[in-house]
Nanobody
Framework: VQLQASGGGLVQAGESLRLSCVAS????????MDWYRQAPGKQRERVAT???????NYADFVKGRFTITRDNAENTVFLQMNSLEPEDTAVYYC???????????????WGQGTQVTVSS
């Protein structure tokens, strides 16, 4: 499974960005999809999670501002980020856990990251 994230960029505080992450490959079925982020000098932290049926969960610091969605047919996860703040500046990574073939245990896969920079 290969993940390609896109949509990052430089915006001003209060503006919006929409991140996308597409999973490609063959013989897999994606279970949960997540967005993480890592700011300079900080540990990577989870931003949002969406299950295959569409149940979502958010970190407290993004509730009400970010929305995670997915398109199961296209193996794609999105992160709509509104009201961005300078503290949201980070590299954003997508992660999926996927079932490969007949393996009953899912495997985690990470995308390469996309930079989000929010200026004040």
């Amino acid at each position: 499974v290969q993940l390609q994230a896109s949509g990052g960029g430089l915006v001003q505080a209060g503006e919006s960005l929409r991140l996308s992450c597409v999973a490609s490959g063959s013989g897999f079925s994606i279970n949960t999809m997540d967005w993480y982020r890592q700011a300079p000098g900080k540990q990577r932290e989870r931003v949002a999670t969406i299950t295959r049926p569409g149940t979502t969960n958010y970190a407290d610091f993004v509730k009400g501002r970010f929305t995670i969605t997915r398109d199961n047919a296209e193996n794609t996860v999105f992160l709509q980020m509104n009201s961005l703040e300078p503290e949201d500046t980070a590299v954003y990574y997508c992660k999926v856990d996927a079932f490969i073939g007949r393996n009953p245990y899912p495997t985690d896969y990470w995308g390469q990251g996309t930079q989000v920079t929010v200026s004040s």
